[in-house]
């Protein structure tokens, strides 16, 4: 199990590719094909893609509550029913 | 849409958590919000500023300290310039070394190393601790990191939806 080959890693090959493909499968982009094995540095690549339009996604987010919130008041009743939406 | 119950999800759900947190924060922030000049380019500024951050900090603290980018992201949340007076130093100090001890060189594994190392250090930029994480840990990290930022983006996006005209 241990890689001897380069300078005292103990993970093994196949553990990394295990966690390459299990991020492989949380992407979109790569989801879909049917090959099972895009390249490490792809998947890498796409994942830090992913994860940079996921915090455009959270400021964009943010900027539009925070428009939303300028005009409305957040009460009680309404915390409860988007609380039941959101569980 | 009186009796229909949706299948509910677990209470102790990362994403119920989240959301509670989260939802609670956003009614602090529009508490605060000054009458006078709440439309205000500015204040629409610093507002999407606390959005932001509550919405991050949430995440983290749904998190706790179980997850490396978590315990990171929360310290970076603690000692931002503006909460710095209520951080106590030794508590700064000992994550400091907490973090060094987390310090692996990064060697490289199999053929592919050479080409990891490129995009595996782009990839330690973007999650919360990555620097001081071996390529193990930074794939795991990622993979977790990423699934909560999806609960993250689904909720803000229902919470939104649900306050547009």
Redesign the interface.
Known sequence: MS?R?????R???D??AD??S??QQ??PELRGRRSNKAS??KV??E??N???N??R???D??????????????DTD??A???S??? | MNKYN?P??N?S?L??RF??RF?RS??K??AK?PTAS??SPT???R??RR??VA??KSMAYSVRSRRTWSRAMLWKLRTRPCCRRSVKTSTIVRKTRHEKQNKNTT????E??V??G???D??RE??PGGEAM???NL??E??H???C??T??Q??????D???P
């Open positions: 890689s080959r380069s300078g005292g890693s993970i093994s090959d553990q990394i966690l390459v299990k991020l949380l992407i490490a540095s890498l690549q994942t830090c992913y994860i940079r996921l915090h996604e959270v400021e987010l943010s900027d539009r509550l925070s428009q939303l919130l300028a005009s409305t008041d957040t309404q915390a029913i988007l609380r939406l959101l569980m | 949706p509910r999800m209470p759900s994403r119920s959301a509670t939802l956003l009614s922030i529009n919000k709440s439309s204040e629409i500024f507002r999407y959005i932001k919405a991050d060697t490289t594994t199999g592919d190393g080409v990891f490129v995009e595996a782009e990839l973007l999650v071996d390529l193990y794939l795991d990622t993979a990191y990423i699934k930022l999806t993250q983006v909720v803000m996006k229902k919470i939104a649900f306050y547009s």
